[in-house]
């Protein structure tokens, strides 16, 4: 399975901006669906998940309220909708398919994107 996510960019603070991870060489209809984010200097973090079906959902506390996450299985297509976003939601944004609920641990994730960036300006 390979992931590639896009949507990332450069944004002003409160404005929102949707990010797309699509899988290909496997569909991923089968898998969690998380991401998570990297901003320069900290660890990678938990952002939100979503088991196969939408059944299950996640977000961290950062961020909820503002992001919602959501799939669309038919196009092997996970998707970030992020709302009111904050310059401290800069980060490096990859998503990853697993096969367990919507856990927040990236070791239970078995494939990664490479990211994209987000960067909110004040």
């Known amino acids: 399975v390979q992931l590639v996510e896009s949507g990332g960019g450069l944004v002003q603070a409160g404005d929102s901006v949707r990010l797309s991870c699509v899988g290909s060489?496997?569909?991923?209809?089968?898998?969690?669906i998380g991401w998570f984010r990297q901003a320069p200097g900290k660890e990678r973090e938990f952002v939100a998940a979503?088991?196969?079906?939408?059944?299950?959902?996640q977000y961290a506390d950062s961020v909820k309220g503002r992001f919602t996450i959501s799939r669309d299985n038919a196009q092997n297509t996970g998707y970030l909708q992020m709302n009111s976003l904050k310059p401290e939601d800069t980060a490096v944004y990859s998503c990853?398919?697993?096969?367990?609920?919507?856990?927040?641990?990236?070791?239970?994730?078995?494939?990664w994107g490479q990211g994209t960036q987000v960067t909110v300006s004040s």
């Open positions: 990853a398919a697993g096969s367990v609920l919507a856990t927040t641990n990236t070791g239970d994730y078995y494939y």
């Open positions: 060489g496997r569909t991923i209809f089968s898998y969690t």
């Open positions: 979503i088991t196969w079906n939408g059944g299950t959902i």
